[in-house]
């Protein structure tokens, strides 16, 4: 037999820095791990049908940082919500390969005044890490809809109308 291997768990990472780990854990999938939680993702070169693969994963974590700088901005902002969604399209070109369109559509079930939507839509496009990141080496735009139903009406409508103003 082989030696054991050791528990796998990333060291914590200082301000400012952020750590994963990830390893193959078998044939087209892989494994990673960040603050204790793993994910699985595809690594195949055909896609898979059960897995995100790294451009979903990327632009899921576009998606985490926006919805994360809601909950954020409405602190600082003393901005009043019940629910936000939101719906991303991105668009790569093939050589070189990488993305060079983010849509989106953020919903934010609220109340708040329209200066005071667009006050926090202009907060997390200024102020995202990951927004930042992305809007230096592609295009990134998008809407914020807001009211008091706003996210109860999520459906695929957004992501459909966003792919149509992608094209061309």
């Known amino acids: 037999m082989g030696p054991t291997a050791a528990p796998w768990f990333p060291a914590p990472a200082p301000e400012g820095r952020y750590r994963v780990e990830a390893r193959v854990s078998g044939p087209g999938v892989a494994t990673g791990r960040a603050k204790g939680r793993t994910i699985e993702f595809d690594t195949s070169r055909t896609g898979s049908d059960e897995l995100p693969g790294p451009a979903e994963l990327l632009i899921l974590a576009f998606a985490a940082c926006l919805l994360k700088n809601v909950d954020r901005f409405s602190l600082l902002l003393s901005f009043d919500y019940d629910g936000a ?16 369109t983010i849509r989106y559509e953020l919903r934010v079930a ?19 890490t990951v927004y930042n990141t992305l809007a230096a080496t592609c295009d990134v735009d998008g809407t914020i809809v807001a009211g008091p139903d706003a996210t109860e ?16």
Do not use: K, W, Y
């Not at 009406?153 to 061309?168: G, I, K, Y």
């Open 110 to 128: 609220t109340t708040e005044s329209e200066h005071r939507v667009e006050l926090l839509h202009r907060n997390l496009r200024r102020f995202g």
């Open 85 to 100: 969604s939101v719906a991303i399209v991105a668009e790569r070109q093939e050589a070189p390969p990488r993305f060079t």
């Open 153 to 168: 009406t999520f459906e695929r409508a957004p992501v459909d109308a966003l792919r149509s103003q992608m094209c061309c």
